[in-house]
């Protein structure tokens, strides 16, 4: 059984900054690959944010590339999603997800948190 939870979701003003974080425990396999997705209202869950177990390959969505950016602390089995410009269409349900299979250019996860909100306001 693998448990997955994100904190540090909340209300930021435009151009402010959010960091989440994500905690994963049990039974993980080694090398496991984490990342973010995000699902705004009326939309479909997509793709923001990945990272390997090791921290040396990423990726990004175009939409949040060079403002947000992921990292992972292996010691605490957590990952992080540092947020800046924040901008109104990144509202949505921010979702960790954890292990599965993880390239540049596609990740199909195995296990997912519960979200956490994010909201920017104009």
């Known amino acids: 059984q693998v448990h997955v939870a994100e904190s540090g979701g909340g209300l930021v003003q435009a151009g402010g900054s959010l960091r989440l974080s994500c905690a994963a425990s049990g039974r993980l396999f080694p090398n496991y690959p984490m990342g973010w997705f995000r699902r705004a209202p009326g939309k479909e869950r997509e793709f923001v944010a990945g990272?390997?177990?090791?921290?040396?390959?990423?990726s990004y969505a175009d939409s949040v590339k060079g403002r947000f950016a992921i990292s992972r602390d292996n010691a605490k089995d957590t990952a992080y999603l540092q947020m800046n410009s924040l901008k109104p269409e990144d509202t949505a349900i921010y979702y960790c997800?954890?292990?599965?299979?993880?390239?540049?250019?596609?990740?199909?996860?195995?296990?997912w948190g519960q979200g956490t909100q994010v909201t920017v306001s104009s």
């Open positions: 990272i390997d177990w090791s921290g040396g390959s990423t």
């Open positions: 997800a954890v292990d599965g299979e993880y390239r540049q250019t596609y990740y199909y996860p195995t296990f």
